[in-house]
């Protein structure tokens, strides 16, 4: 049942946050860094990261948690950014984030070749790692990576086994959740015994995701539009730095003319009245050109016209059941829009619920447009009033690849302000952003799923454990039977005359 394994969670998490609070804070509080102690009491799913990862055994869960936070502040992980990260190393290119793998998860590469142990750096080194991490953690909460070890043209020379540790700890203690599966590409056969000493590092957990892949199998798993030319792929992708290749957003192209950026093509919308598209990219890589992705916004001028049928854009479209809380708005759902298969089930209903006392503007971008529509994409939204925003599904396959962005930002003079020029003035610190997964019915069926079963494991555990005590009881019991006709015949014995 469901609804009681949400029961039961909650209980679970509310259960590890009082545990930790009197167990680990009494003694000492400056072993941690209290933006994470505060985060663990708001964070639900940080919480449930943990508990899932130890099989929602609460002590399992707070050993974690002690472990993961010291690290945290060890290594000053809220404090990394890329000034505080040596320069050479973005330069060399062995550590980054770029593509997807066939379920939609993020490819963390390592690219072997290009590693060379030396003590002097291995702490720069470790905080390189840390420092992607974290920067996908809080632009992707609660997605999975797929971790790549390209293994080509590597040797014994380029195997740190303390590095290697190091980066199987970050998903075991310190990123519970986040490894979707580890693979190891073309690797060469003097370093099998190496790589059995890293299968028993990973433990129970994680075995399962351990996979290694020739050129030809890791197509398996990743399809050749992310593969680099020497697996067999076609991705024409080439590290350099700067920037970061894994920005969001790129600097949009015009069709005819010079790159020019957002703002500049929003204050022309105006004159765009044969588009609809307002072109910007949403690629979460750097490519050698830049891809032209349109963005299907809906004019204001059509806004009032959307209001007599609100009731019938959003009928048949799925309805949210989680909420994202935001500064400025409360999205829901929190991380995934799902979409059935019939053709009555392809739309899917975005809630933006204003919680502050101003006037708030909202745009909503995707990585799919020629996939999706979505109504109202850019319009405002008055204090306490909720949106409604359908997203409808007009042509293609949906994949797990597609995403949604929500960006928002806090209108002070909203009657003198006219949309494309706040955003084209708004400073990007005072923008919200929150993205959505596109999920469709097969995965939000399979997520269910594999809660359930990770329900049935707790409750196949807890009999396990009933069992146990009710052998022992029995075990008990036949003791004592054994001990009474022991006495019986003992005093039975005495009783005899002689």
Request: aromatic share 10%; proline share 5%; with cysteine.
């Amino acid at each position: 049942n469901v609804n009681f394994f949400s029961q039961d969670l909650q209980k679970k998490i509310e259960e590890t946050r009082q545990r930790f609070q009197n167990e680990f804070l009494q003694d000492s509080t400056d072993k941690y860094d209290s933006r994470d102690v505060e985060r663990l009491q708001k964070d639900d799913a940080l919480v449930e990261g943990y508990l899932t990862w130890r099989l929602y055994a609460v002590d399992d869960a707070l050993k974690m948690i002690d472990e993961s936070f010291q690290w945290r502040k060890e290594f000053g992980v809220n404090d990394l950014t890329e000034s505080t990260i040596p320069k050479w190393m973005f330069e060399t290119g062995a550590v980054y984030l770029h593509g997807y793998d066939k379920e939609g998860n993020k490819l963390f590469w390592f690219k072997v070749k290009l590693h060379v142990k030396d003590a002097k750096t291995i702490m720069d080194k470790k905080k390189y790692v840390a420092f992607w991490l974290e920067r996908y953690a809080k632009k992707e909460p609660g997605m999975p990576l797929t971790v790549v070890f390209d293994m080509a043209e590597s040797g014994l020379g380029n195997i740190d086994m303390d590095f290697v540790k190091y980066v199987i700890n970050c998903f075991k203690v310190y990123y519970p959740k986040f490894l979707s599966k580890m693979i190891i590409v073309d690797m060469p056969w003097i370093m099998n015994a190496a790589w059995k000493i890293v299968k028993s590092w990973l433990g129970p957990e994680a075995i399962s995701k351990l996979k290694f892949a020739s050129r030809s199998e890791v197509q398996t798993f990743i399809g050749p539009e992310y593969l680099p030319p020497h697996m067999g792929g076609t991705d024409p992708f080439k590290y350099s730095y700067p920037p970061l290749p894994d920005d969001d957003f790129q600097t949009p192209i015009c069709d005819n003319g010079p790159i020019v950026s957002e703002d500049e093509m929003e204050s022309k919308e105006g004159e765009m009245e044969g588009k609809d598209a307002l072109e910007n990219s949403f690629n979460s890589e750097v490519v050698a050109k830049p891809k032209k992705v349109n963005f299907l916004d809906d004019s204001l001028r059509s806004e009032d016209s959307d209001k007599g049928d609100t009731s019938a854009r959003i009928k048949g479209a799925r309805k949210p059941l989680t909420t994202f809380k935001g500064l400025l708005l409360d999205v829901s759902p929190a991380e995934e829009l799902s979409f059935g298969s019939g053709e009555t089930e392809k739309k899917s209903l975005i809630i933006l619920s204003n919680v502050t006392k101003n006037q708030v503007a909202f745009k909503v971008r995707t990585t799919a447009p020629e996939k999706y529509r979505v109504k109202p994409s850019s319009s405002c939204c008055e204090p306490g009033v909720s949106v409604d925003i359908v997203v409808s599904l007009h042509g293609g396959t949906a994949s797990p690849q597609d995403r949604f962005l929500v960006m928002a930002a806090e209108m002070d003079n909203a009657a003198s302000q006219e949309l494309a020029q706040f955003w084209k003035e708004v400073p990007k610190t005072k923008i919200m952003e929150h993205r959505h997964v596109f999920v469709s019915l097969n995965q939000f069926l399979s997520q269910q799923l594999m809660r359930v079963m990770a329900c049935n494991s707790r409750l196949e555990q807890k009999l396990n454990t009933c069992l146990w005590v009710q052998k022992v009881l029995m075990g008990l019991v036949l003791v004592l039977m054994v001990l009474n006709l022991s006495c019986l015949y003992l005093l039975g014995t005495a009783q005899r005359p002689s």
